[in-house]
């Protein structure tokens, strides 16, 4: 069974433009977390969906958005890019229902000029 | 709301030594807990997880983390350390929330491993 992908793997952008990234969970998965990470916040938390709806935001500002289509695939996009928004983005996924662990892509590293 | 706490950022042992990783967690209920190891530039593996039961949790590559309610904590064992498992540890807990669940990160805990 394949793992979760993303895509780009990585990404270079320039203050104000806008980026989209995209995350393919493991097939059965319906739901898809996506993460933060960078040396000083360490991992947090974005937003969760489950079957394209949003059950689960974390406190980020409203440039970050996501979505999720029917096939359970996610993409995440960040509008006027900060230098502060550079960092590994994580995608997770999970099977339906609780007492699930999280399978992690390899994350998308994006860096912002 | 539940937190983690990984009290040690970064943790050098040498090859072959035993290795301990602390981690506490605050949560109301029992929780359900997991150990998470992240290389360099990639995503988080699972290690491990406790749900229920047996409070020694034996996991892969030969780690165990035993769950103490008592203490609020699920360390993080290994009895020997191989050069392969520098690499950063991530505890975290779930609970429950609107029927699904929610996971939250400890801040990690960076392993060195010297020759």
């Known amino acids: 069974k394949a793992g979760v992908t993303q895509t780009p793997r990585y990404l270079i952008k320039t203050r104000g433009q806008q980026v989209t990234l995209s995350c393919s969970p493991i097939?059965?998965?319906?739901?898809v977390s996506w993460y933060q990470q960078t040396p000083g916040q360490g991992l947090q938390f974005l937003f969760e969906?489950?079957?394209?709806?949003?059950?689960n935001k974390g406190n980020f500002p409203g440039r970050f958005s996501g979505r999720q289509f029917s096939n359970s695939r996610s993409e995440m996009n960040v509008s006027t890019l900060e230098l502060g928004d550079s960092a590994l983005y994580l995608c997770?996924?999970?099977?339906?229902?609780?007492?699930?662990?999280?399978?992690f892509g390899p994350g998308t590293r994006l860096t912002v000029l | 709301a539940q937190s983690v706490t990984q009290p040690d950022i970064h943790i050098t042992v040498s090859e072959g030594a035993s290795l301990e990783l602390r981690c506490n967690y605050s949560?109301?209920?029992?929780?359900?807990l997991f150990w998470y190891v992240q290389s360099p530039g990639q995503g988080l593996q699972l290690l491990l997880k406790?749900?229920?039961?047996?409070?020694l949790v034996q996991g892969i590559k030969g780690f165990e983390a035993e769950f103490k309610r008592s203490q609020s904590s699920f360390n993080l064992r290994k009895p020997s350390v191989h050069w392969s498992d520098a690499a950063e540890y991530f505890c975290?807990?779930?609970?429950?929330?609107?029927?699904?669940?929610?996971?939250?990160f400890g801040t990690g805990t960076k392993l060195q491993v010297i020759p």
């Open positions: 997770a996924s999970t099977r339906q229902g609780i007492r699930n662990e999280q399978f």
């Open positions: 097939s059965g998965h319906r739901s």
């Open positions: 969906y489950f079957s394209e709806t949003q059950r």
């Open positions: 949560y109301g209920a029992t929780p359900y």
């Open positions: 406790y749900f229920s039961g047996d409070t």
């Open positions: 975290a807990v779930g609970a429950h929330s609107g029927g699904y669940q929610k996971v939250t």
